[in-house]
């Protein structure tokens, strides 16, 4: 490695005299004036707008260098320099051979590392407008003796805000307006009020486009003209000049998902204590799962599954759709403070789950591997717990690992910030017991959604009698817990090729409705991808093995029920496997593009028609999995606070048996 130059220490927001909370962004805006004005105004320097306040930063710290991290320009950040400003590849070191790596080629995703590399990329930006923030309130307060004592105090409180896009209100009001609106209104000095453009909404690369950037094609032909567009979008016309974002578009996006959204989040608060903690690391962590079970036991999704659905969302044909260009949508990061906040309530509750070394399998050992992916693109080395997540560095100058990065466990984790209290949990304080992890987490679930004790009783229709169940002394049910009768929880498994559709889509699963109700969507797997001709030698191998994206989607038991009600057949009751076929006839399935455009679409049932050959999609499109499972639930006998207890996954085979049509040429 060649010696450091320099480097620009990732310690977020160290020195400001305690810990605070990172807010959720409408509580910061309402009822934290003075915070929110310099968050706003800080935003807005660091980002070099030319209306903004020019507050010095070191150009490490600067917006375009921190999102340029994440993917394109693939050059060196200016926080990490070495001799070499473009590569430190070097032909006697042994990493550096066969093949030569492209060395900043941004992140990949889907690997064990995916939360913990996210973790001190949130520190950078939320340090850098930090610093900015101090340096505002102390000229503030300098001109306005009046307010000494206001601004300081805010600006050392100041954390970087999230927005929580699992919200309960999300599906009725989508974003608020501060992410999207072009103005907002801050806090001035003297108490007054005060119009200025929001840094939030969009940014602007005041100082031209890189040079890397270029024009991406999406299947239905429409052009993400990222080499001209001077600002960022989220969903706009395919035209090298659009006037804007197309806000509409957003917000109906999000409230259809939404719901989708909370379940997804919720799922990941139902994994039982007592799975193995590497592999519940892996099957959490990220989206492609390198442990070689052959069947997802937990069924629950991924953190990063769920962050894929979200930088879809907001997208289309703009930048958040997109892992080149992601980060330079200012959305980008309150989405990923959000995530680092999911992460440290899962790590709160699942305390012993943890990357580990690797993970073993019928006594064969198996380590994570970088072939999937870091920033250095090293390949084949192997993923450690210790080992280096570049490019950001400590004060010391060697890099962060994922052990400092460890919310809970790491002596050298600087815990600058915390969150807000959700269900009894704060996670800057370690529970007192495995009693109080274990009650956070049911807590937690049911604030997300899941609460199959009170669904079981709501449930009414005949059919749910009929539902096996395992008894209450079969070996899958502990032996203090007793089984939900008549109760199973539904979900459609799904395993997507990452490089099906050159760059980023979605399988959208949908209720076909029926005479006394429309079409719904109920849930989606999105696939956060680069484009085939991505420079990307860790997206060239995963393409060439044809690297599968897992996902789940939670069906709603009020779907259920309707489902079964409406097929209920007088007195008759319908059997398991009629159940079965009853909601697999009517659910119905679509490929899209990150626009939303359809490219195919499948039927499910047993009575759907066969795709003629002529009009199927082409194998390395089509879906390798799209499958009913579900499992029956077990609570506690004495305590009911406890979290309930998963007790048989069962897969029901697929669902889309007829095929699936082409209804893009894109897809055949």
């Known amino acids: 490695m060649n010696p450091i ?17 990172r807010l959720p962004i409408e509580t910061l805006e309402k009822d934290h004036p003075y915070q929110f004005a310099l968050f706003i105004l800080a935003f807005a320097a660091i980002q070099q707008r030319p209306d903004a306040l020019q507050v010095m930063e070191e150009p490490a710290g600067t917006f375009v260098e921190i999102a340029s991290i994440h993917g394109r320009p693939f050059i060196e950040w200016a926080g990490d320099r070495n001799k070499d400003t473009s590569t430190d590849y070097s032909a006697t070191d042994k990493k550096d051979t ?37 340096q505002l309130a102390h000229d503030i307060e300098a001109k306005n003796p009046d307010e000494c004592g206001v601004w300081v105090k805010a600006a050392k409180e100041l954390r970087f805000p999230y927005w929580d896009w699992a919200e309960k209100d999300v599906s009725e009001n989508g974003l608020p307006p501060v992410l999207y609106e072009d103005k907002v209104e801050i806090m001035a000095a003297g108490g007054q009020k005060q119009i200025v453009d929001n840094p939030l909404s969009f940014f602007s690369f005041v100082d031209g486009i890189p040079s890397d950037f270029g024009d991406e094609t999406l299947r239905t032909g429409q052009v993400a003209y990222f080499s001209k567009w001077h600002r960022t979008y989220r969903y706009t016309v395919s035209t090298a000049n659009p006037e804007g974002s197309n806000v509409d578009q957003l917000q109906k996006a999000f409230k259809a998902g939404a719901k989708d959204l909370r379940s997804k989040v919720a799922q990941l608060f139902v994994v039982n204590d007592n799975e193995d903690s590497a592999l519940a690391w892996d099957e959490f962590s990220n989206h492609t799962m390198q442990s070689k079970r052959e069947m997802d036991s937990f069924n629950s999704g991924s953190l990063e599954g769920v962050h894929d659905a979200v930088h879809t969302l907001a997208g289309g044909t703009g930048h958040m759709s997109a892992p080149d260009y992601a980060a330079f949508d200012p959305l980008f990061f309150l989405h990923h403070s959000n995530v680092d906040r999911l992460l440290a309530l899962w790590e709160w509750c699942y305390t012993e789950y943890w990357m580990e070394n690797g993970y073993e399998i019928k006594g064969q050992s198996y380590p994570w591997t970088q072939q999937l992916g870091t920033y250095a693109q090293v390949y084949n080395a192997q993923l450690l717990p210790d080992g280096p997540l570049q490019p950001f560095r400590t004060e010391q100058g060697d890099y962060w690992t994922s052990s ?56 009414a229709a005949p059919a749910w009698t009929q539902l096996p169940v395992p008894d209450n002394d079969h070996p899958a049910v502990p032996a203090d817990h007793a089984v939900i009768p008549e109760y199973r929880t539904f979900a459609v498994h799904v395993k997507l090729l990452e490089h099906a559709f050159n760059g980023s889509y979605s399988f959208q699963l949908y209720h076909k409705g029926n005479d006394n109700s429309a079409s719904q969507l109920i849930g989606t797997v999105a696939v956060f991808a680069r484009p085939d001709h991505s420079p990307c030698k860790a997206c060239t191998l995963r393409r060439e093995a044809g690297t599968v994206i897992h996902g789940v989607i939670p069906i709603p038991p009020a779907l259920i029920e309707s489902i079964m009600k409406s097929n209920a057949d007088g007195e008759t009751v319908a059997t398991f496997d009629q159940t079965l076929a009853h909601i697999k006839g009517e659910l119905v399935g679509k490929i899209v593009d990150a626009t939303g455009s359809e490219l195919a679409r499948a039927e499910g049932g047993l009575e759907a028609p066969q795709v003629p050959g002529d009009q199927t999609t082409s194998r390395n499109v089509t879906p390798l999995e799209i499958s009913l499972v579900s499992t029956a639930v077990a609570e506690h006998g004495e305590d009911k606070d406890r979290p309930v207890y998963i007790c048989d996954w069962q897969h029901h085979d697929g669902i889309f048996n007829g095929g699936w049509q082409a209804t893009h040429p894109a897809a055949a």
């Open 98 to 134: 066969n093949p030569v790596p492209a060395r900043f080629g941004g992140i990949c995703h889907g690997a064990v590392v995916f939360p913990t590399w996210h973790r001190p990329y949130v520190m950078l930006i939320e340090q850098s407008i930090g610093n900015i923030a101090d």
């Open 5 to 21: 130059e320099y480097h620009y220490p990732v310690i977020g927001r160290k020195g400001t005299g305690g810990v605070f909370d």
């Open 404 to 459: 400092q990065a460890r919310f809970l466990h790491a002596d050298a984790y600087p815990k600058y910030y915390s969150y807000p209290e959700l269900a009894g949990v704060q996670v800057n304080r370690a529970a007192m017991s495995s009693d109080e992890r274990a009650l956070a987490r049911k807590k937690i679930a049911a604030y997300y959604g899941f609460d199959p004790q009170t669904t079981a009783q709501q449930v």
